[in-house]
């Protein structure tokens, strides 16, 4: 699974870039610099971004905006230090927001985040291939 971690302080990005290639995940790190539609689109397609940004509401965002844009349906995972009660489930449905957790990050709790993402594309890559999961 090809991960992205975007617009982290550099320590947070290499721990979270080790843990993850550790666990056998491809990371690409993205910083303040290379935001924009043109870098973004250079790299390969991610299958989830990780998105560290305080954010009081997501349809605010620039960044977010542009991710979504660039890449719809892929899911984020947004890390803050506080998360806005103004954030509303249909906002952030809109944006492709998986989940949001909350710093200092506890690395087991984004591990089982990004196994949830991955098993719901497997979810949905099997509903779309008309398999029958509860088949015997």
Avoid: H
Wanted: aromatic content about 8%; proline content about 4%.
């Amino acid at each position: 699974m090809k991960i992205w971690v975007v617009d982290c302080e550099r320590l947070l990005q290499k721990t979270i870039q080790n843990f993850l290639e550790n666990l056998g995940y491809e990371v690409e790190i993205f910083s303040d610099n290379d935001f924009s539609a043109t870098n973004l689109s250079k790299g390969n397609r991610p299958e989830l971004i990780i998105f560290n940004q305080q954010i009081e509401t997501l349809s605010c965002n620039s960044k977010l905006v542009l991710l979504n844009r660039v890449f719809p349906n892929v899911p984020i995972i947004v890390l803050s230090n506080r998360i806005s009660p103004n954030i509303t489930v249909d906002e952030a449905l809109k944006f492709c927001v998986f989940s949001f957790l909350k710093q200092p990050l506890q690395l087991l709790e984004l591990e089982l985040q990004i196994a949830l993402v991955q098993r719901n594309r497997s979810s949905d890559n099997d509903r779309k291939s008309g398999d029958n999961v509860f088949a015997e």
